[in-house]
């Protein structure tokens, strides 16, 4: 089929070509980043968190009266002998925070005292020796802290610990020729030495300011003696829901001066993940219904527009079907139309789609677009507009001969 006569009729139409063509332009560069944005916001909340989530419950406790921290440390220690002994439970432990919880602190970590220097910045977990099989976190070098060498420290005590458990991740930046085990690292004036590695345990944090060191984490061996307090528990699998329905009222039981909210006092780690995530799982929903109404737009536009260009045109396709043209030869007049007009708007929104990602980068610090989304896009939106554009041509290709003998 000859081209020419199609933009020689093209050129008589300026308003709607460039219409068309600038409407799959906006919404291939829109839908290239949305996408992207959907898969990194997937690939970010399936991020692995090292635990053994399905079997994990966590009790947010807050004792009543203000007791002292030497109280605090005896009322723990009754709390944690009350839920081992409780049906279901195989361990439990008591720290300042847990992964996805949204709230700890934080250290600079490196190779000297000078905080000016770190390293990396590390997730501090405070852990006992109960801490790795509560958690389920996978041991792949060195060994578990001694009991020994469990201290104690109030909110407003100095965190100096002489023995230190770390991630691989962050073992392979502070060392990254695989030696850490053994090795001295300062997240205090006093060093450190480095006696465990866990294969994983990602920081408490999910913003995305925070992702380059998601899985820098450190085990301090200490228990917190302050009034709030979060109680690890490893149940049995099988037990998650049948232990929870029982733990508060057996805490209760020990002792009543506490507060443990109805709410989200008790948690699954499914919930919890649920929770620091949800903004993350709104942000793809919000980018693929928005992708998917930018696709029906376009279609739409393109369906509506060339159902007109027919109707227009329905003498001159009688004309054609007279001197001889098939109905093939209609149906690819206008299928080949709408693909001029197709390329034309995905190569100016490729440009836009590269353009758009560029501002994104500066504004909200998105990673580079992958050329494949665009690749994509572009083979989306060119089958989008010939899929579009098939029932008019149809309808067009069905003209008869004699609608070149009737007026206009």
Partial sequence: MQIRPILATLKHHKAGTLLIAMQIALTLAIVCNALFIIRQRVSHLSQPSGVDEANVLVVLNEWAGKPSPGEIASLMAADVDTLRRLPGVADAYASNTYPLSGGGIAFGIGHSPDKLKPVSTTAIYFADQDALPTLGLKLVAGRNFRADEIGQVDRHGDIQPGAIIVTRGLADRL??????????????????????????????????????????????????????????????????????????????????????????GVRTFAEIRADAYKSDRGMAILMGVISVVLLAITAAGIVGLSS??????????????????????????????????????????????????????????????????????????LLLGQGAVLAPALRASRVPPVEATRSV
Wanted: charged content about 20%.
């Fill in 308 to 381: 007109f260009w027919v109707g227009q045109r329905r003498k001159q396709i009688g004309v054609r079907r007279a001197l001889g043209a098939t109905r093939h030869d209609i149906l690819g007049y206008f299928l080949t139309e709408n693909l001029l007009i197709s390329t034309v708007g995905v190569l100016v929104g490729s440009v836009l789609a590269l353009g758009l990602n560029l501002w994104l980068m500066k504004q909200f610090e998105l990673a580079r677009i992958a050329p494949g989304y665009v690749v994509a896009g572009v083979v989306v939106l």
């Fill in 175 to 264: 060392f990254p020729d695989g030696s850490a085990l053994g090795k001295t690292a300062y997240i205090s004036r006093q060093p450190s030495t480095i006696v465990g590695i866990v294969e994983r345990l990602q920081s408490p944090w999910v913003d995305s300011g925070m992702a380059e060191w998601a899985d820098c984490s450190t085990l301090v061996p200490y228990r917190q003696l302050t009034a709030a307090t979060r109680y690890v528990l490893r149940v049995r699998p099988g037990q998650l829901e049948d232990v929870r329905r029982h733990v508060r009222a057996a805490l209760y039981a020990a002792n009543r001066m506490r507060v443990i909210s109805p709410k989200d």
